[in-house]
Antibody, heavy 122, light 112 residues
Framework: EVQLVESGGGLVQPGGSLRLSCAAS????????MTWVRQTPGKGLEWVAN????????YYVDSVKGRFTISRDNAKNSLFLQMNSLRDEDTAVYYC???????????????WGQGTLVTVSS | DIVMTQSPEYLTVSLGERATINCKSS????????????LAWYQQKPGQPPKLLFY???TRESGVPDRFSGSGSGTDFTLTISRMQAEDVAVYFC?????????FGQGTRVEI
């Protein structure tokens, strides 16, 4: 059974940093593109970033470029999201998801974690 | 960016009746080289992550009841629940994966 478990969320002040982790199990992690998606009550679901199987390609939504970095450790079946210079509008539940039938970064996600809440507030 | 617009935002359906959700993309998500629509549908229940229902606009994910169907091509898509059940109460999202940034519709809340 595919399992994705996010961790690392919490309360952080504007301008601060957080590192999210996603532990994957139940599938061959190194064979799949992986994705971060966030969700807020106001903006709904927003794709944040994708990373290729070997980490050689990374894609971001414009609003996080230069501030967030997606990475992975295939030896540890783990996905990460380093978030710097956090803003109020980054407040959301962040989901880790597995990509399927990807044409480059153009994947739909077939399995999602339960999410981790990031709150940016002073 | 491709904008996904769903209608209606809210839908109230009686048990056993049909529910129809529409999704329109601001540009075509049909890839001509493989004739596939890069469009997925998700169901999200309170406190849960989204669950994949359909991909390629009309391919049902394993385990999804056949009362759910997906249709459409190009820029106009529909998710239909043929006979509404209590467990179908949820928010439904369409999602284009034709080009980055990948984008989602704003969601349709379906209630009994």
């Amino acid at each position: 059974e595919v399992q994705l478990v996010e961790s690392g969320g919490g309360l952080v002040q504007p301008g601060g940093s957080l590192r999210l982790s996603c532990a994957a199990s139940g599938f061959t992690f190194s064979s799949f593109w992986m994705t971060w998606v966030r969700q807020t009550p106001g903006k709904g679901l927003e794709w944040v970033a994708n990373i290729k199987q070997d980490g050689s390609e990374k894609y971001y939504v414009d609003s996080v470029k230069g501030r967030f970095t997606i990475s992975r450790d295939n030896a540890k079946n783990s996905l990460f999201l380093q978030m710097n210079s956090l803003r109020d509008e980054d407040t959301a539940v962040y989901y880790c998801a597995r990509g399927r039938y990807c044409s480059g970064p153009n994947c739909y996600s077939d399995s999602w974690g339960q999410g981790t809440l990031v709150t940016v507030s002073s | 960016d491709i904008v996904m617009t769903q209608s209606p935002e809210y839908l109230t359906v009686s048990l056993g009746e049909r529910a129809t959700i529409n999704c329109k993309s601001s540009q075509s998500v049909l890839y001509s080289s493989n004739n596939k629509n890069y469009l997925a549908w998700y169901q999200q229940k309170p406190g849960q992550p989204p669950k994949l229902l359909f991909y390629w606009a009309s391919t049902r994910e394993s385990g999804v009841p056949d009362r759910f169907s997906g249709s459409g091509s190009g820029t106009d898509f529909t998710l239909t629940i043929s006979r509404m059940q209590a467990e179908d109460v949820a928010v439904y999202f369409c999602h284009q994966y034709y080009s980055t940034p990948l984008t989602f519709g704003q969601g349709t809340r379906v209630e009994i």
